[in-house]
Nanobody, 125 residues
Framework: QVQLVESGGGLVQAGDSLRLSCIASGRTISYAMGWFRQAPGKEREFVASISRRGGRSHYADSVKGRFTISRDNAKNTVYLQMNSLKPEDTAVYYC???????????????????WGQGTQVTVSS
């Protein structure tokens, strides 16, 4: 069983930075990890993902060049560094863990994978 706990969200102004953390209990060293977000009235959307050893990563077009995903397997933690935040980045951000092969595309995370409870990020203009 894997449990994920996100932290680091908050209220910031446009242009500011935040770093989200996701601490996993259980052995997630072999899991691909991802960040997703859901804004009010919208569906959950992919933000970024990273392979189990950190050698591969993918980003949504909307965050490329601004967000960076990383992981520290010794600490069972995955991070999302968010720079140049925009009001449209406002959402609840979720961490996810998925067992399986990480190929040339982001893993197909779904509801059967492990998910955290989310952390709110609000960006004011």
């Amino acid at each position: 069983q894997v449990q994920l706990v996100e932290s680091g969200g908050g209220l910031v102004q446009a242009g500011d930075s935040l770093r989200l953390s996701c601490i996993a209990s259980g052995r997630t060293i072999s899991y691909a990890m991802g960040w997703f977000r859901q804004a009010p009235g919208k569906e959950r959307e992919f933000v970024a993902s990273i392979s189990r050893r950190g050698g591969r990563s993918h980003y949504a077009d909307s965050v490329k060049g601004r967000f960076t995903i990383s992981r520290d397997n010794a600490k069972n933690t995955v991070y999302l560094q968010m720079n140049s935040l925009k009001p449209e980045d406002t959402a609840v951000y979720y961490c996810a863990a998925r067992d399986g092969v990480y190929g040339s595309a982001p893993p197909p995370f779904n509801d059967d994978d492990y998910w955290g409870q989310g952390t709110q990020v609000t960006v004011s203009s």
